[in-house]
């Protein structure tokens, strides 16, 4: 059970009421408002202005002048030069327009299109944050501490309001906190074998779920408009549940044989992609009825996978491994739920005729199946053995790549003849360009 310690508004403030007691607007106040991260300063927490005593402020005179100067002192050694910070959280905001960079100093909010420093915390003491969940482009971010020398303990969920450059809240946890996903109306923290679901509110305690042991906190939520859809990893090896919050219903798939290594969710909650830890083959789910929709093979050989991701459209899925390899594959399936079987039909069909896999498919139940496999359309090759996540730009038929060496990509695919992606452009989000 978690210990709750906030400073937290009223969440139902009476409307007629003309007092200031509390300091801050209600959370649906600050959901709502429209002010971009865009519009934060840039600042350093417990950063010292004193003077650098071996600095001396005189001018240094003239010799033309005809003035002597003094001696010359010996020159001051050398300042060490400081390391760049190393990274240890990168995550998307929930429609990819911005990221967030956990270091061992603070955390940074990046923009990605165009890519730029929005702004960024550094911390004197400590400062190793290993969680930074955004909440869209609102001024409310969770923090959990991290690294060699954490900002925050390791088992608490700090609510920063970067609005008043502080934290405004924190949860506590008998253990550390593995991952944090935000919704407008929900916070949920999940631990090693639990989750937590909370009231964004007045962070009051709405649900807690029991999983198999789930080091790397993979947690999934919808961010449609409408009911909150969650998935986590259930309690066999290869299975995911599902939770239905508007029906009250909850769904069990054995998605894999193997333990699950990573999903995704897509915006609206309707499909799931699963990976598992054999990295081979990826498979698509109505979370609805639990239906296997679609499955796709990355490659024979063994890979962790690192990220999946849907387009907004779910028209594809981006696909990043230990491999050095960004895919993207093609989906057959639509997210909308009330589509007409006869346009899915139509559009499978259509698809057919262009996928990797159509030249096999009279083959079919007689070569193996790793022949019949759907393959992906394009691909975008990296530095094999650092980390990478993907997501789809905003930019038609763009994907973004950002890497755990503080790399960011941004390639374009083609949609129709497939093959290698074209890099637009390559930046290191430690060392932005600018800073706005």
């Not at 991290?146 to 969920?157: H, I, L, M, R, T």
């Not at 859809?229 to 193997?258: N, W």
């Not at 990295?279 to 698509?284: A, K, S």
């Not at 759907?374 to 996540?389: N, P």
């Amino acid at each position: 059970m978690a210990t709750v310690s906030s400073s937290w508004p009223n969440p139902n403030p009476n409307p007629d009421s003309t007092s200031s007691d509390s300091t801050l607007p209600s959370h649906r106040d600050r959901v709502d408002d429209t002010e971009s991260l865009d519009s934060f300063s840039s600042m350093t927490l417990n950063s010292s202005s004193d003077d650098d005593p071996n600095l001396n402020s005189d001018p240094i005179p003239n010799p033309n002048h005809g003035v002597t100067l003094p001696p010359i002192s010996p020159p001051t050694p050398n300042l060490p030069v400081t390391p760049p910070p190393s990274v240890l959280h990168l995550s998307f905001n929930q429609d990819h327009a911005c990221f967030a960079v956990g270091t061992d100093r603070g955390f940074r909010i990046l923009n990605c299109d165009p890519f730029r420093e929005i702004f960024r915390r550094d911390f004197d003491r400590g400062g190793g944050v290993a969680v930074v969940e955004m909440l869209f482009r609102c001024n409310i971010l969770a923090l959990v501490g991290g690294g060699p020398d954490p900002q925050y303990p390791p088992n608490k969920v700090m609510i920063w309001d970067d609005h008043q450059g502080r934290c405004i809240g924190e949860l506590s946890f008998r253990s550390d906190v593995r991952s944090v996903r935000l919704r407008r109306d929900r916070i949920i923290v999940v631990l090693e074998q639990k989750i937590f679901v909370y009231n964004f509110s007045d962070l009051k305690l709405m649900h807690q779920i029991e999983t198999i042991a789930n080091p790397k906190g993979l947690c999934a939520v919808s961010q449609g408009i409408g009911s909150m859809v969650l998935v986590c990893p259930g309690l066999q090896k290869g299975q995911v549940r599902i939770e239905h919050y508007a029906s009250k219903r909850t769904k069990f798939i054995m998605a894999h044989d193997s333990r699950i290594a990573c999903f995704a969710l897509t915006q609206d909650g309707h499909l799931l992609a699963t990976a598992s830890s054999k990295g081979t083959l990826v498979r698509v789910f109505n979370t609805i009825d639990g239906t296997l929709r679609q499955e796709v093979r990355r490659g024979a050989d063994r890979a962790e996978i690192y990220s999946l991701a849907f387009s907004s459209n779910a028209e594809w899925l981006a696909v990043s491994s230990d491999k050095g390899t960004v895919h993207v594959f093609g989906l057959k399936v639509n997210s909308g739920a009330q589509v007409k079987e006869t346009s899915r039909v139509a559009s499978e069909l259509t698809r057919s005729n262009s996928s990797p896999s159509s030249s096999l498919s009279l083959f079919k139940g007689v070569l193996p199946k790793y022949f019949s496999s759907e393959w992906s359309v394009a691909q975008f090759r990296l530095v094999e053995g650092t980390q990478y996540i993907a997501a789809f730009g905003h930019q038609k038929n763009t994907v973004v790549i950002l890497g755990m060496d503080g790399s960011f990509y941004r390639c374009q695919f083609d949609p129709v003849n497939g093959g290698e992606m074209t890099q637009l452009e390559y930046h290191n989000c430690l060392k932005p360009p600018s800073v706005f």
